[in-house]
Structures are given as structure tokens and as C-alpha cells.
């Protein structure tokens, strides 16, 4: 989709068009400018608009946003809004809390706006007119459900509100919200096209795998154990109807500018090079790579969370060393955090070998990122990220380089988990998913591999859990996770730590005192400043004043 991403910014576009109305009878259109009379005369308008809804979608900092809300990385530069989340001290009045709400709903109403106005356009093939409305109930579906992910009970409307109904629109309960989500994805897989029909300048869009992909997400999140392992069997087992799908050859190739679209990809973020770029890495990346500091760091947590070769833990492994802790670990570990020792390819093309541990390092640029201090410009855990590392980038890490919302693997998890929770894990469906994506990843030894019949069920829940912790991180979706397996007090509670780096490398790092209120944590705060607009939407969420 990069060669049609557009922009047109209508900020306005609502306050023209209500001028336009509150005019006699009488008023002539102007030609010069766009008013309600004959903004719809034009179907590039609309497509405007479509992609305008696109754009509201999702974002790369989302994505980092929601990642940083969880227990893989830590924000070390300032009091952020999703540190202050993390530490139990936000309250309604946190920028995030408003940030996340407004734009949601600016999405919706551009949504609306669309929906409400495409039949007036003239001469348009049904069957795409067809296709761009389900594009765009797909997004406003998407936006709700991210509303009511964080907020639980949220304002709910289909069609755009005016000023004064804002002011008084109630709270909807987050069942009918998820209830009318899976109602419009069923209703318009009909009218998408498969990936498998999609020409190269369409890449990107919305697909009926996209939608039967968000279906199966949104009954994850509720546990709908029987559903999750309908709508993934589709795309698992039905690939003439629902597209054609797989585990991508290379995992760390994935996150790549040069294999964007490959048959993993379900459905992502499409950013243009020199046109729509984001830059997270430039505070994230080693600094001999260029990085200016580092402000958003893996933690050790993650690290240790990584499989051995062999497929045991670092605690079951009696080879594991935690002094060399970095040897004969699970591939996708180097492939998504730098680590010391690790490698990094510059810009240039040049491969690198990264010194982190204190006294290591022996050029002025070797020793740029080497551990300094929780407070200095270098990571404060002891690592940095390399997953959705774009070595096509400006030299201040401005990437064109596409976000992925949906993939392949994150289906196999998700029909996995489900079977497993319904009772009906067994060799097959390991080596359909669990195997699949580990041979993939790069494991090759039977210990690793094979079906492991000696586990307990709540080992085996455990070794789930933590495979999508290992192939999907850093991409947005562990916080979520953790919210709807209700472990919170687990993940998000205590001490969050660093590499073993610490007093002179004999101790690990230790930052914040993260604290997890179970009463509270699961849901956000309505944004104060919504409800000093509208009294009816208290009362707040527990744990929150009103």
C-alpha cells in the first residue's frame, strides 16, 4: 500500500461542512474548495478518506507504546506515561490516558463520516465501493476494540454525534462493544478479497485473512477457547478461501524493509520511505550505531525468559552460565535485543561486534555503549533493540519500514493456546504450531522439538505462554496478553532488572519498583478531562476517581 498512502488532513473538514449547512438555501457551492455540497461529487476524495482511516488506525509508536506497558522493556529516560502506569502512580488525569481515547475516536469519526457519505458518490464499481466500506468498518472495528481493551465500558456509536450528544453520551459495556466487533468481521470477510488476488499496489490492505486474523485475536482476549480454533483453522486449514499463508524462511528477516509482504504477513502498517517514516530506534539502537541515547531498553527479564538450544530453561540447563549467559541460547533472542557480544550490521553494511559489559571495549566507539549508569545516555539495562532495526533508514533511524499488526505465526500460537485450554493439545497440533515455528526459529535438537509428554498442565501452559513471549516481542501485543490471562501480580509487580552489570558486574542491574494493583490495573482511567465534559460517562473505572 505505500505507493497510494495519501494525505489529506480534515481537522476541519467538519466545521466546513457544518458552516456549509448552516447556510439558506440559497448558498452556492464555492468550486475553489471542498464543502459538503461536492466533497462526495469526487471518488478520489473518497479514497482520501479511506486512507485517512488507515492512517488513524495504528501507528509504530503504538505499537512501542503498548510494548513499553509490559514486562519486556523499560523506559529509562524520563517518567513516561506508561512508566508512571507500570509504577501505580497514574491517575485520570495521565496525558496517555486522554491521548489514546481522543485519537480512537477521532478514527470512529472519520469511520462514520465515510459510511455515512460513500453511497453519495457517483459512478463507482459496487463490488469495490463493496470492498472500501468493509475496509472501513474493519478499522473503526479495530479502534473499538483497542477502546475497549483499555477502558472497558466505552461511548458507543455508529454513526457520527454532535458536539452536544458527545456531551452526554453514556458508557456502553465492553460486551456489546466486543459483541458488535465480532458481527461486523463476520459481515464483511464476504466483500474483502484474499491476499492471494491482491495486485502489488495493493499490498497492505485489508484482506478477508486480516479480518478472520482480528476475529480470532478478539476471542483470545475474551478466552473463547472453541472460537479462537475456528477462526484460526480457517486460515490454517482453508487457505483457498482465506489466502494463502506461512512461516516466513528467516525470522529475524521478517522485520525487514526488504522482505515486506511475504507470505507470514497478514496484515500491517504501511510507512513510505522520504514520505510517513517513525524513528523510535533512534533512542533505542546502540550508540555506536548512531543512536542518540537510549530512553526504551529490554530488560532481563526477557532475556531469561529465551530458551536454551536444547529447550530447557536457563533454570533447568546445569550448562547455563550466567556469567557468559548469552551462548547456545534461542536464535530469535539475538534477533530481536542486542546484547554483549552480539552483532549489528551498520548502514553502511559494515558488521560490528557490540560492548556492553562494563571494561569491555577497546576503541573510543566500541566502548560508546558500554554500561554507564541507569541514568546515562547508554541503555539502563544493560541492552538495546535490534527487532524492526531498518538498515534502509536516515542516519537518525527515520524508517519508511512497515509495522506488522497481524502474521502467520501469531495465528499457530493462537490455535495453539486454544487447543491446549479446550483439553485437545496433542503431537499433532505441537508439530503444527509450537515444532513449526521453532524449527523456523532456528532449533534443531528432539529435546527442543519434539512433543514433551512429561509436562504438567500448567507447565505446558507455561511453555505456551512463554513461546509467544519469545517470537512475538517487542511487537505490542504482551501487554495485552498478560491483561487477559488475569497476571498482572505475576509479570508486572517488583523490581524490574538489568544484565548482570552491577557492581562491577557482580550483581544485575536494579531499576523500578513496579506495582501491580489487581482492583485497579486492568483497565485505564476514563480521561479526567472527559468526564469534567460529560458527567455521565462515571462512573469512573475502579481504583479511579470520578
Excluded at 100 to 115: D, H, M, Q, R
Excluded at 124 to 134: C, E, G, M, N, T
Excluded at 198 to 208: C, M, P, Q, S, Y
Excluded at 235 to 253: C, P, V
Aim: charged share 25%; proline share 3%.
Amino acid at each position: 500500500m505505500k505507493k497510494i498512502v495519501k494525505y489529506i488532513y480534515l481537522v476541519g473538514l467538519s466545521v466546513v461542512f457544518s458552516m456549509a449547512t448552516s447556510c439558506n438555501k440559497m448558498y452556492t457551492p464555492p468550486t475553489d474548495r471542498y464543502t459538503e455540497a461536492n466533497f462526495w461529487e469526487s471518488f478520489d476524495n473518497a479514497e482520501q478518506m479511506v486512507n485517512m482511516a488507515y492512517n488513524q488506525m495504528y501507528s509504530a509508536d503504538k505499537m512501542w507504546n503498548d510494548e513499553a506497558l509490559s514486562d519486556n522493556v523499560f523506559e529509562g529516560r524520563s517518567n513516561t506515561d506508561q512508566r508512571s502506569i507500570r509504577n501505580g502512580t497514574a491517575d485520570p488525569s495521565l496525558g496517555l490516558f486522554a491521548s489514546e481515547w481522543e485519537t480512537a475516536y477521532g478514527g470512529i469519526k472519520t469511520c462514520n463520516v465515510f459510511l455515512a457519505n460513500i453511497d453519495q458518490v457517483p459512478n463507482v464499481d459496487p463490488s469495490l465501493k463493496a470492498q472500501r466500506i468493509a475496509e472501513v468498518r474493519f478499522v473503526r472495528a479495530f479502534l473499538y476494540f483497542r477502546l475497549a481493551n483499555y477502558y472497558g465500558a466505552v461511548p458507543f456509536f455508529t454513526q457520527d454525534i454532535t458536539l452536544e450528544e458527545a456531551k452526554t453520551i453514556s458508557r456502553t459495556p465492553k460486551a456489546t462493544v466486543l459483541e458488535f466487533i465480532h458481527s461486523e468481521l463476520d459481515a464483511i470477510i464476504d466483500a474483502l478479497p484474499s491476499r492471494d488476488g491482491l495486485v502489488a499496489d495493493d499490498n497492505g490492505r485489508i484482506t478477508k485473512g486480516a479480518a478472520v486474523a482480528f476475529q480470532a485475536r478478539a476471542y483470545l482476549y475474551e478466552s473463547n477457547w472453541q472460537k479462537v480454533v475456528d477462526y484460526t483453522g480457517r486460515l490454517i486449514n482453508d487457505q483457498a478461501t482465506y489466502g494463502s499463508y506461512g512461516l516466513y524462511l528467516n525470522y529475524a528477516d521478517l522485520f525487514t524493509a526488504a522482505h515486506e509482504y511475504n507470505e507470514e504477513v497478514i496484515l500491517d502498517y504501511a510507512y513510505v520511505p522520504s514520505l510517513k517514516m517513525w524513528g523510535k530506534l533512534y533512542d533505542a539502537a546502540p550508540l555506536s550505531a548512531g543512536a542518540r541515547l537510549n530512553a526504551y531498553a529490554p530488560v532481563q527479564e526477557l532475556v531469561d525468559s529465551y530458551l536454551m538450544l536444547n529447550g530447557k530453561t536457563i533454570d533447568e540447563d546445569p550448562d547455563y552460565n550466567e556469567d557468559n549467559p548469552y551462548v547456545n541460547r534461542d536464535p530469535r533472542m539475538a534477533a530481536t535485543i542486542v546484547f554483549h557480544g552480539g552483532k549489528w550490521t551498520h548502514f553502511d553494511g559494515h558488521e560490528a561486534t557490540i560492548y556492553i559489559k562494563p571494561g569491555t571495549g577497546g576503541t573510543d566507539t566500541e566502548k560508546a555503549d558500554v554500561y554507564a549508569g541507569a541514568s546515562s545516555n547508554q541503555t539502563s539495562t544493560g541492552y538495546y533493540i535490534k527487532k524492526y532495526y531498518d538498515i534502509t533508514a536516515t542516519l537518525t533511524f527515520d524508517a519508511g519500514l512497515n509495522i506488522i499488526m497481524f502474521r502467520y505465526a501469531d495465528v499457530l500460537l493462537m490455535y495453539a493456546e486454544a487447543k491446549f485450554e479446550l483439553g485437545e493439545m496433542d503431537a499433532s497440533v505441537w508439530s503444527q504450531t509450537i515444532r513449526a515455528i521453532r524449527e523456523r526459529a532456528g532449533f534443531k535438537t528432539d529435546a527442543a522439538l519434539e512433543y514433551p509428554t512429561s509436562l504438567s498442565t500448567e507447565a505446558m501452559r507455561e511453555t505456551i505462554r512463554n513461546e509467544r513471549r519469545s517470537e512475538l516481542a517487542l511487537e505490542g501485543l504482551r501487554y495485552y496478553d498478560i491483561v487477559r490471562w488475569k497476571a498482572g501480580t505475576q509479570y508486572l509487580n517488583g523490581y524490574v532488572h538489568g544484565a548482570k552489570f552491577a557492581n562491577s558486574n557482580s550483581s544485575y542491574i536494579q531499576l523500578d519498583n513496579r506495582r501491580f494493583d489487581e482492583s485497579r490495573d486492568y483497565l485505564w482511567s476514563v480521561p479526567r478531562a472527559e468526564l469534567d465534559k460529560n458527567g455521565n460517562l462515571a462512573p469512573n473505572n475502579p481504583g479511579y476517581a470520578n
